[in-house]
């Protein structure tokens, strides 16, 4: 069965702390991405990766760090500081870049992060 | 990188078709439009793209007019199940993102 799977769904964190939000793909799926969702908001990219050990800054990325070791993983880390932390956060991924191609966008169940 | 603009929201009964308009008048000739929506409190769903034709699939329709500067999603027989954010993204001219704006709510009436 493939697709992308978030966990955990809801996450708590103590502020200061950094939390780690896992996203794996078994679609095999060159592109993987994280955006940030707030209420009431549309999504904002945090950080995308088009293969493995490569990765770039999205519209907001500061306060935030991810990893592409391995293909089907693309972990995000929220650091303490990122000053506002609260919010839904989602993962997807993509065939990848094909020439002038786009291809559509999988999307994970999101992770809802509360930090107080 | 071209920006879409959609309504806030709408209303659709049951068993009618919604049609949700997108406008994107600096679309590139390269760029795509695509659909996505979203249920409360899950990932987007993928729903539709096209580049200039006409599209159709299992979920909905799309018409893209000749001039490529708006477009309609057109869900032929809205259920309730239908009710979520909808958003209209144009490609990015560069790399492979997704721009998602605040998209149109809708909200299938019984």
């Known amino acids: 069965d493939g697709g992308i799977t978030q966990s955990p769904k809801y996450l708590f964190r103590k502020e200061g702390q950094n939390v780690t939000l896992s996203c794996e793909q078994n679609?095999?799926?060159?592109?993987m991405y994280w955006y940030r969702q707030d209420p009431g908001q549309g999504l904002r990219l945090i950080y995308y990766s088009q293969i493995v050990n490569d990765f770039q800054k999205g519209d907001i990325a500061e306060g935030y760090s991810v990893s592409r070791e391995k293909k089907e993983s693309f972990p995000l880390t929220v650091t303490s500081a990122q000053k506002n932390p609260t919010a839904f956060y989602l993962c997807?991924?993509?065939?990848?870049?094909?020439?002038?191609?786009?291809?559509?966008?999988?999307f994970g169940p999101g992770t809802r992060l509360t930090v107080t | 990188d071209a920006k879409t603009t959609q309504p806030t929201s709408m209303d659709c009964a049951e068993g009618r078709a919604a049609n949700l308009p997108c406008n994107h008048s600096?679309?590139?000739?390269?760029?795509?439009v695509y659909w996505y929506r979203q249920i409360h409190s899950q990932g987007p769903q993928y729903i539709i793209h096209?580049?200039?034709n006409n599209e159709t699939n299992e979920m909905a329709s799309l018409i893209i007019t000749e001039d490529r500067k708006s477009s309609t999603l057109i869900l032929p027989h809205a259920t309730l199940r239908d009710t979520a954010v909808y958003y209209c993204?144009?490609?990015?001219?560069?790399?492979?993102?997704?721009?998602f704006g605040t998209g149109t709510s809708l909200t299938v009436i019984p």
């Open positions: 993204i144009v490609r990015a001219r560069t790399g492979n993102q997704f721009y």
């Open positions: 096209g580049l200039k």
């Open positions: 600096t679309i590139s000739g390269n760029e795509y």
């Open positions: 997807a991924s993509s065939i990848g870049l094909r020439g002038a191609r786009t291809y559509e966008q999988y």
């Open positions: 679609l095999n799926h060159d592109a």
